[in-house]
């Protein structure tokens, strides 16, 4: 996976609602759950867990969507309706950001893969690591890591 200069903008499709991020994301991610399957259109959606100090809106203001919570807050361009990011409820540490509105796409190949369980049959993934579900609290901070280190 190639590396991107940071910081990068990125933009909901009609370009209306910006975002930034300073940093590079702690993990990437593809999520093969029904509910991401559905809000993407898609097979299944990608994610970049960008940390909360480093994501920021830039233009526009982003509207809930989605599921509207309790655990999960989607955030969508109010006018092209572009799922931009994700907040989930009670991690602080974190931002779920679409890397695919970002102006550098070198860089977002999912190393994990999450919810395989629900995968579509054919849908594969480049990912290191596969989860049925979500990983297990345990795991994450060792794949922080090891995302951190890939070469």
């Given at each position: ?9 990125g ?10 991020i ?21 097979a299944?959606?990608?994610?970049a ?20 919570g ?24 974190f ?5 695919t ?18 995968r ?24 922080m ?7």
């Amino acid at each position: 996976m190639t590396e991107a200069a940071f910081p990068l903008a990125g933009v909901c499709r009609c370009g209306r609602t910006g975002i930034a991020i300073a940093a590079p994301p702690l993990m990437t991610a593809a999520c093969h759950c029904r509910g991401c399957q559905r809000m993407s259109a898609s097979a299944y959606s990608l994610t970049a867990m960008i940390p909360a100090d480093a994501f920021k809106v830039v233009r526009g203001a982003p509207v809930e969507g989605g599921l509207g919570g309790p655990q999960l807050d989607h955030f969508f361009c109010p006018s092209c309706k572009t799922w931009m990011f994700t907040r989930i409820v009670g991690v602080e540490a974190f931002v779920n950001v679409r890397p695919t509105l970002l102006e550098d796409l070198r860089w977002c190949e999912p190393f994990i893969e999450t919810m395989t369980a629900e995968r579509l049959a054919w849908a594969r993934t480049p990912a290191r690591h596969s989860y049925a579900g979500f990983p297990p609290a345990e795991d994450l901070e060792p794949l922080m890591r090891a995302f951190a280190a890939r070469s």
